[in-house]
Nanobody, 124 residues
Framework: VQLQAFGGGLVQAGGFLRLSCAASGRTFSIYHMGWFRQAPGKEREFVGTIIRSTGRTIYSDSVRGRFTISRDNAKNTVYLQMNSLKPEDTAVYYC??????????????????WGQGTQLTSPA
């Protein structure tokens, strides 16, 4: 499975942006696809994930209510709609895919495939 994330940019705080993650290859093996982010000098942080078959979503507390993950299975694409952006949302955003649920949605080690990052900068 190959993942390609895109859509990052510079958005003022309070604004919105949508990231996309396109999957290719053995996409039928994907159970859920998630988003992580890493800000400079900080550890990688779980943002949220979506179960490919049901559309059920799980979010971190820091983004719940502001970010929405959706998917288009026909296009093998997952989206991260980010609203009410804050400066602390500034980070490199990564998409990832897992072929099974292994007890946690938020652990990076649970994911089998990773895309390259896309930068979001949200200045105050």
């Amino acid at each position: 499975v190959q993942l390609q994330a895109f859509g990052g940019g510079l958005v003022q705080a309070g604004g919105f942006l949508r990231l996309s993650c396109a999957a290719s290859g053995r996409t039928f093996s994907i159970y859920h696809m998630g988003w992580f982010r890493q800000a400079p000098g900080k550890e990688r942080e779980f943002v949220g994930t979506i179960i490919r078959s049901t559309g059920r979503t799980i979010y971190s507390d820091s983004v719940r209510g502001r970010f929405t993950i959706s998917r288009d299975n026909a296009k093998n694409t997952v989206y991260l709609q980010m609203n009410s952006l804050k400066p602390e949302d500034t980070a490199v955003y990564y998409c990832a895919a897992a072929v099974r649920y292994s007890g946690s949605y938020s652990g990076g080690h649970e994911y089998d495939y990773w895309g390259q990052g896309t930068q979001l900068t949200s200045p105050a």
